[in-house]
């Protein structure tokens, strides 16, 4: 017991430690930061930085393109990955299993190894320097992790619900809607939760795809406070800080619904 406390105090420390370094040094001067990295700032804090990135129109943009991004990739991934995964559970054959192991293969393929002809494909599209692109390579490249959750749950969904809506006479939309999509309401919390973080916090893409300055999301807009030979850490974590908060706030307030998704399929009965 008493090791297992020592270990959470570790734990904890480990991502204390971090989380204040950045609060603190969103709140100093540049001159501070490299003179006494772990102090706190002279004369109280300063909130500059964060006016200064308030009043450049561009992080205003920055911060809209990620929105938008964001919201339609995990829209779309959700309502997909649902119906193929209702299709799977119902279809309950060899073709079903065979659907389901292609998409598990799908999560076994990084990102790295795709890029090149990823990109020469959006590049003969003319997607490259678009919204729609980004959101299509999104959707695509999470498709698979979000099938695979919400068809292990969907597959522990009592059957007899289904059997009772084809004698009532419904379809397959219909038990689709009004059966399958209500019961699997915290399961698609939790993946929308998922899904969220990993495409607000996408780096990568964007940074392949993006080159014009009009639709850079705000995780590739936070690489202008990097030069070459200097950095601006008190800008980078003011907007580390910034973009952060949109997840932090979906968090707490879908928190629930997040610890009901992941446990909602872990014991059947």
């Known amino acids: 017991m008493l090791f297992r406390k020592f270990s959470l105090l570790i734990y904890a420390l480990l991502i204390?430690?971090?989380?204040?370094?950045?609060?603190?040094?969103?709140v100093k001067t540049l001159q501070e930061t490299f003179r006494d990295p772990l102090g706190l700032p002279d004369g109280g804090f300063k909130f500059d930085?964060?006016?200064?990135?308030?009043?450049?129109?561009?992080?205003?943009?920055?911060?809209?393109n990620s929105t938008?991004?964001?919201?339609?990739s995990v829209s779309f991934t959700l309502l997909l990955a649902a119906m193929v995964a209702f299709g799977?559970?119902?279809?309950?054959?060899w073709i079903g299993n065979v659907l389901f192991a292609l998409f598990t293969l799908g999560m076994m393929v990084?990102?790295?190894?795709?890029?090149?002809?990823?990109?020469?494909?959006?590049?003969?599209?003319?997607?490259?320097?678009?919204?729609?692109?980004?959101?299509?390579?999104?959707?695509?490249?999470t498709l698979p992790i979000a099938v695979f959750i919400l068809t292990g749950f969907m597959k522990t969904l009592p059957k007899e619900l289904f059997e009772a809506s084809t004698i009532d006479g419904a379809g397959n939309w219909k038990m689709f809607t009004k059966v399958a999509i209500p019961l699997s309401l915290p399961s698609l919390s939790a993946t929308a939760i998922f899904l969220f973080v990993m495409h607000w916090n996408d780096l990568l893409y964007p940074l392949l795809f993006i080159t014009d300055n009009a639709y850079k999301?705000?995780?590739?807009?936070?690489?202008?406070?990097?030069?070459?030979?200097?950095?601006?850490?008190?800008?980078?974590?003011?907007?580390?800080?910034?973009?952060?908060?949109?997840m932090v706030i979906a968090y707490v307030f879908l928190q629930r619904y997040f610890v009901a998704g992941i446990t909602a399929g872990a014991v059947k009965g």
Do not use: K
Request: charged share 5%; net charge negative.
């Open 16 to 26: 204390l430690i971090p989380l204040v370094v950045v609060l603190l040094t969103s």
């Open 49 to 64: 930085n964060y006016v200064a990135i308030f009043q450049e129109q561009t992080m205003a943009g920055y911060f809209l």
């Open 68 to 72: 938008i991004v964001t919201l339609f």
């Open 88 to 93: 799977i559970t119902r279809m309950n054959n």
């Open 110 to 141: 990084p990102a790295q190894v795709i890029m090149v002809p990823l990109y020469s494909l959006m590049l003969d599209l003319g997607l490259t320097n678009s919204l729609v692109g980004l959101i299509l390579v999104n959707i695509s490249s």
């Open 217 to 246: 999301t705000l995780p590739l807009a936070l690489l202008e406070f990097q030069g070459q030979y200097s950095t601006n850490y008190p800008m980078l974590f003011t907007g580390v800080i910034i973009a952060s908060a949109p």
